[in-house]
Nanobody, 120 residues
Framework: QVQLAESGGGLVQPGGSLRLSCAAS????????MGWYRQAPGKERELVAA???????NYADSVTGRFTVSSDNAKNTVYLQMNSLKPEDTAVYYC??????????????WGQGTQVTVSS
């Protein structure tokens, strides 16, 4: 089985918090990075936050200081703690897992998406 299971979205008021989780089942494949993308209506899908196999973190400028990405590599799970949420954070959030296939090769897995709505 090669699949992702993500959860944690919902409706929250501005200033509130949510925690997203994504557990990956990847069989014999190796994970090189895990992270989160989001897509709002009429907007392109964008990287929110990611963590590489080596522990390097990457955040979008718009979420730096408010969101925290973390991973449990033993469990192949990535989390996104979202604090101080703003209405502009409203989007469908997608878990992404990148697999290393061979030298120079890669394959991306995508979660089904979870809706995050920030509204008063």
């Amino acid at each position: 089985q090669v699949q992702l299971a993500e959860s944690g979205g919902g409706l929250v008021q501005p200033g509130g918090s949510l925690r997203l989780s994504c557990a990956a089942s990847v069989g014999i494949f190796s994970i090189t990075a895990m992270g989160w993308y989001r897509q709002a209506p009429g907007k392109e899908r964008e990287l929110v936050a990611a963590v590489t196999r080596g522990g390097r973190l990457n955040y979008a400028d718009s979420v730096t200081g408010r969101f925290t990405v973390s991973s449990d590599n033993a469990k192949n799970t990535v989390y996104l703690q979202m604090n101080s949420l703003k209405p502009e954070d409203t989007a469908v959030y997608y878990c992404n897992v990148r697999l290393g296939i061979a030298v120079g090769g890669k394959y991306d897995l995508w979660g089904q998406g979870t809706q995050v709505t920030v509204s008063s």
